[in-house]
């Protein structure tokens, strides 16, 4: 593939889901492209993956991203024009469990990083936030002007901390650019890469597949009792493609902006509210599986209803989905079977 663009972007965590997913994008766009990930939660068939869905070869350095010495040496052989850091560990259950790992690890490469970004003048950065900074909102749709509210588990503080981080750093002459996801699912269409959860899943959409797969007996639904039109809890699940373009676009935000000193955080969902027993229904319909499924209590520390105004990502980037929730679960699927050999 040519590359025409004068763009190189370090992708931290490139290797991961939403990761590897960008990364293709950002090929697509004709950027050039570094990509760091420890592998200590991905596999090198993902890079594989990329490197066979794009048809280019991935330039790629095993780095942990706490490691000080390997990204100032990276950054010192490469004029990188902007950085893009998904790396950071994501299980909601496992920051609970061992909070202590989860501020190292979140909190920890940021600073890491910003400081190597500072010491060689890379002064563009996106981040992978979440709504989890938003807890339980006042307003069920939430904008960026919702604020903080008590964060439901470690992971949420991390997310909370490391954009507070960032809104003080931007003082320093960084431009940064903070990305609220919603609920990322799905596959790339090809199947060549997806998710990689790593022993039994916390998110719904992997355990929806394993089960449907045979890995799993059934499905539990945590909670009907929720003040929903069907009692379970309401998400905003969004294409992990469409996650992986608006990066793309946030990096064209940034080149067009003048200021030296930039914090601006975007919602990254559909802005359409679907509930866990409508997914359900409607992965069974789309793929025509069955899928045994049962209703059971709560889980600690859920929020009831949250999902995306994406009015100022529309409005700023000029993004828009492009895939619907049918397309999202199909993908879904189809990289199960993929990963089964099914
Ligand atoms: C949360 C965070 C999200 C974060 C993600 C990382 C919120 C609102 N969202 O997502 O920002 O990136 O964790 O993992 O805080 N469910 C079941 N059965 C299952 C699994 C899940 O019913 O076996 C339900 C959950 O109770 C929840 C919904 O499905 O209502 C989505 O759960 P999950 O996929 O884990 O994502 P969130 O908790 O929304």
């Known amino acids: 593939m040519t590359q025409n663009s004068t763009e190189h972007v370090l992708v931290t965590g490139g290797a991961g889901y939403i990761g590897s997913h960008t990364v293709v994008e950002l090929i697509a766009a004709g950027h050039k492209i570094t990509l760091v990930d420890s592998l200590e939660r991905s596999e090198y068939r993902i890079i594989e993956g990329i490197e066979s869905i794009t048809n280019s070869k991935v330039e790629f350095h095993k780095i942990d991203c706490l490691d000080f010495s390997s990204l100032d040496d990276l950054f010192s052989k490469n004029k990188f024009t902007s950085v893009i850091h998904f790396a950071a560990y994501k299980s909601v259950n496992e920051s609970v469990v061992n909070p202590i790992a989860y501020y190292k690890n979140n909190v920890g490469s940021l600073l890491v990083l910003l400081e190597v970004m500072k010491k060689h003048q890379v002064i563009d950065l996106i981040f992978s936030s979440s709504c989890t900074v938003y807890g339980q909102p006042d307003q069920v749709q939430v904008n960026e002007l919702a604020p903080f509210k008590k964060p439901e588990s470690p992971y949420g503080s991390t997310k909370q901390m490391c954009e507070k981080i960032l809104e003080d750093a931007a003082t320093e002459n960084f431009r940064i650019v903070s990305l609220r996801y919603f609920n990322p699912i799905g596959a790339h269409p090809s199947t060549l ?8 899943p916390n998110n719904l959409v992997p355990y929806v597949t394993q089960t449907a797969a045979g890995v799993r007996e059934k ?23 469409d996650v992986a373009t608006a990066h793309v676009k946030a990096i ?19 802005g359409v509210g679907v509930s866990v027993l409508e997914l359900v229904k409607k992965f069974i319909e789309v793929t025509g599986v069955s899928l045994k499924y049962t209703l059971g209590p709560r889980r600690s520390g859920d929020v009831e209803k949250v999902f995306a105004d994406p009015g100022k990502i529309n409005t700023h980037f000029g993004w828009y989905t492009q895939y619907d929730l049918s397309q999202s679960l199909l993908h879904a699927w189809q990289w199960e079977k993929k990963l089964r050999g099914v």
């Open 193 to 200: 890469i997806g998710e990689l959860p790593i022993g039994i």
């Open 219 to 241: 499905l539990t639904v945590f909670g009907t009792d929720y003040n929903t039109p069907d009692g379970s809890c309401i998400r905003d699940f969004i294409h992990v493609s």
């Open 252 to 270: 064209g935000y940034l080149k067009c902006k003048t200021e030296k000193r930039i914090f601006e955080a975007f919602n990254l969902g559909t």
